[in-house]
């Protein structure tokens, strides 16, 4: 691991304030009913859990999350896995709902506004420094790294960035830097991302987590709030300003980047469509992954359910419980059945004589038998009819279910009933 400062003065004198009130609505069905930040990811997490686990494991014990849309799940999940802060211990963590604290009609209008409308409980902590984070992204990251540069370079904010190649930054906020990577300028998904200076083939692009002093953001959420037609928004407002009219720096990913020994480029993902989301589930299941989770200096916590091990039973030619390169939570039973390269997240039942490949199974799902699943992701709580095969027919899948461009097709309950299977 690249970095082992736990628990130093700065860490502590900060506050993680995570941004967790996106829609997602790239994922389709799969936040009808949730927020973004609470859709399961990796067998037993939630997307915000890699979030707030960097914080905890950067040192830092003042966590704030607020939440708008569609929240009792998020907030469910915080208040199970993440209720074991202590004020005693100086620590605290506080859910934020949007709550008409500073107008009757006004939610959270902007990221930017979702801080401004917290102020006074962020001043009541009286810490030195505020760490804004995306409640959204799948990384490792030690934010002590972060917080030690903005102090050493006296930056009124510090923006986290991380290099991309050029082309493939257009979806990106990308920043324009000079040789000290102080930002000259930024650029909102860009045609012709500007290139990092000495090497023209790739782009800094914004990974949405800043870091300020606490005093000073206060003034720029004040003032912002009092500009005519601003949208409320870090990136659209604050830090373009910031830019132009104060000392902004890029930090970039790779200086804080945590790695095991077995990982060998800095990741990060934005999971925020059907594909994205699939195919970062599954490099976990590789014998190398990209991501590692079992990386015991740097865990991820979550909500952990009290539940039994999984079990795979029977034995006989073509219907023996197996898994092959696959990722099998708590409380499965992979009852005579095959799954491959396959998720299986917590209590999922899968019956005799059916095959799952590529698949990502939330938790709670059962599947009857003779089943053949491909390329799929099955929403939480869904039943699988005997028989039904998705993977082979990709028109007949399309018309059932909801299937990307790169042939994933999701599964949910209602559409399972429509059926009538």
Known sequence: MNTTRKNSPIARDAMAYVLAGGRGSR????????????????????????????????????????????????????????????TERNESFDILPASQRVSEDQWYAGTADAVYQNLDIIDAYNVKYIIILAGDHIYKMDYELMLQQHVDTGADVTVGVMEVPRMEATGFGVMHVDEADRIINFVEKPKDPPAIPGNPDLALASMGIYVFETKKLAEYLKEDAATPGSSRDFGKDLIPKLVKGGKAVAHRFTKSCVRAESEKQAYWRDVGTIDAYWEANLDLCEILPSLDLYDHDWPIWTHSEVTPPAKFVHDLEGRRGQAISSLVAGGCIVSGASIRRTMLFTGVRVNSFSNLEEAVVLPGVHIGRNAHLYKVIIDRGVSIPEGLVVGQDWELDAKRFRRSEKGVCLITQPMIDK???
Do not use: C
């Open 27 to 86: 994922l389709m069905e799969l936040t009808d009913i949730r927020a973004k930040p609470a859709v399961p990811f990796g067998g037993k997490s939630r997307i915000i859990d890699f979030a707030l686990s960097n914080a905890l494991n950067s040192g830092i014990r003042r966590i704030g999350v607020a939440t708008q849309y569609k929240a009792h799940s998020l907030i469910r999940h915080l208040q199970r896995g993440w209720n074991f802060f202590r």
């Open 419 to 421: 059926l009538g299977m």
